[in-house]
């Protein structure tokens, strides 16, 4: 199919971006990959005056650890995030996501930025996102300004950034002692988006229970969702069999899985309570680098 007619800008500064966004006042949107958005322009679903392509901006695509974060730069592509000696061996969920997302193609066109900020809920990026407690900054005619990724996250498709605003940055909090983490997803076939699929990530006190924990799902609600109830039950226990057990039980008693072409809703409810149980293990092996 063919997308309609729009205007093209491929800009050299977030600057420069920016006041393109602002210009057409809700009516440009921003090119990252393509990998979402050129379908959905194929399909008709959004007819955008003008594309702003950043892909070009190299000074947004980098990886590295700063003042106690990990930065990944927006246009950072998935496979390079999948690449990175850091992040497997310190944000390993990043890289059990990155695994399992699409396929080497779409990873090498698709970037970090724009799986987080196209608010698809079957996105597996965002998972990861809220359960490390990450933030995002977002950069609009007013400046820079600070995101916490569990206010990000609106709607199907809608997330806090503002028409002209450019995400820039991911910042994700350096791994504390006794942190792991883990993201396992169940496909109908290699290279899909999931029919379910659940981030944890567990932090342990001295004596073996949890100091903090975070357990997210994906593709089965209108975004991402973060089971607090779920994760709150775990702090300050033992992480054992019954304790992961209930918080299982919590993880999906929050999700809102509909019926489709995956699978019937009840198959991916309790295919939540599986991989929540299956995550918090490997999140919990990985505890001290197991
Ligand atoms: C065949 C196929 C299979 C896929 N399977 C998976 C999968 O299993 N798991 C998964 O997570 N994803 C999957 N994807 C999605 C893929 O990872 C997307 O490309 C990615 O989610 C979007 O990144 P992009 O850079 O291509 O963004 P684009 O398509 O360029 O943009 C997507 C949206 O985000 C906005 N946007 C992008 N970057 C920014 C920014 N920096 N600031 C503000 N707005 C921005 C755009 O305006 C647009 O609305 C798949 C895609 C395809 C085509």
Not at 44 to 60: G, K, N
Not at 90 to 119: C, E, R
Request: negative net charge; contains cysteine; charged residues 25%.
């Amino acid at each position: 199919m063919i997308p309609p007619q729009f205007g093209y800008f491929a800009p050299s500064t977030v600057d420069e971006a920016v006041e393109l966004l602002e210009r057409y006042d809700g009516e440009a949107k921003v090119l990252a990959g393509g990998m979402s958005l050129i379908p959905i322009l194929k399909l008709r679903l959004a007819e955008p005056v003008a594309l702003v392509d950043i892909s070009r901006l190299q000074d947004l695509s980098y990886i590295r650890e700063e003042d106690g974060w990990l930065r990944i730069g927006a246009t950072t592509i998935v496979n390079d995030l999948h690449d990175s000696d850091l992040v497997r061996e310190k944000y390993p969920i990043f890289h059990d996501a990155t695994s399992v997302i699409a396929d080497p193609l779409v990873d090498n066109m698709g970037t970090v930025g724009g799986n987080v900020a196209h608010g698809d809920p079957a996105n597996d990026l965002p998972a990861c996102m809220l359960v490390l407690g990450a933030q995002l900054v977002a950069q609009g005619p007013k400046g820079s300004r600070t995101i916490p990724v569990r206010e990000f996250f609106v709607d199907t498709f809608e997330t806090a950034l503002e028409d002209s605003e450019i995400l820039t940055e991911v910042q994700v909090p350096a791994p504390r002692p006794r942190q792991g983490n883990a993201y396992m997803k169940i496909e109908k076939r290699a290279g899909d988006f999931s029919i379910a699929a659940v981030a944890a990530n567990l932090v342990l006190n001295r004596n073996g229970t949890v100091e903090d924990a975070g357990i997210a799902l994906t593709s089965v609600g209108p975004t991402s969702l973060y089971a607090e109830a779920a994760s709150n039950h775990l702090a300050g226990a033992s992480p054992d069999e019954a304790t992961i057990g209930r918080a299982a039980e919590l993880a999906e008693e929050i999700a809102e899985p509909v019926s489709d072409l995956r699978g019937p809703a009840e198959y991916k409810r309790a295919m939540v309570g599986v991989l929540t149980r299956r995550t918090l293990g490997k999140a919990l092996a990985r505890v001290g680098g197991g």
